[in-house]
């Protein structure tokens, strides 16, 4: 029990310290001159890792960066996607991504007075290469099919939300309008199919 507590404070740690590294690597970059714009888009909140909410997450954070971000250099954009990263998988993900680009300064040896390169940050498209190959589930529309047989309307959750969520899964899996009605019959309380 002692190893695991040790273990979850130096990963809470290791967030901390990410989270200090990346502010202090966007602080020592050249900042350009953007001009002051309205906020627009709410920011996309962190991502835990979760493949049931990268979808909608990445989708937010990509317009986010287009509207926020769009005369950022490649360093900045990656900092602030890898700064989005939290908990144990996505998080510790952000934080081997980040050593790699700040290893060009540990490798490379210097001569005394010489200017250090700037670390190697992915481009935006390799960015989101990386990042959709890493937490995109395997086939989203066998996954979105798989979750569709596996959603059951709780006992306390409202239709609406419920039909939402069902809509969803129903167009990422594919799935054929006959077959759908199918398992919507099957998952819905009886009584509201008894009202139908």
Request: contains cysteine; charged residues 20%; proline residues 7%.
């Amino acid at each position: 029990m002692a190893d695991l507590n040790a273990l979850l404070g130096q990963l809470i740690q290791g967030q901390i310290d990410l989270q200090n590294h990346i502010a202090a690597l966007v602080a020592a970059q050249p900042q350009p001159a953007l001009p002051a714009c309205k906020k627009v888009v709410m920011d996309p909140g962190s991502f835990n890792g979760s493949p049931a909410k990268f979808h909608e997450w990445w989708s937010k954070l990509k317009v986010w960066i287009k509207i926020t971000m769009d005369r950022a250099n490649d360093a900045m954009v990656a900092a602030a996607v890898y700064s989005w990263l939290m908990g144990l998988k996505a998080g510790q993900w952000a934080q081997v991504h980040l050593d790699q680009c700040m290893a060009t300064h540990a490798t490379l040896p210097l001569a005394p007075g010489a200017v250090p390169p700037p670390p190697a940050w992915p481009t935006r498209a390799d960015l989101e290469a990386e990042i959709e190959g890493f937490f995109f589930p395997g086939n989203n529309q066998e996954w979105g099919r798989a979750q569709l047989l596996c959603l059951r309307q709780g006992p306390r959750q409202h239709i609406d939300e419920f039909l939402a969520q069902f809509k969803v899964l129903k167009i990422q899996s594919h799935c054929m309008d006959n077959y759908a009605r199918d398992l919507l019959e099957r998952v819905l309380q009886r009584r509201l199919l008894e009202q139908v």
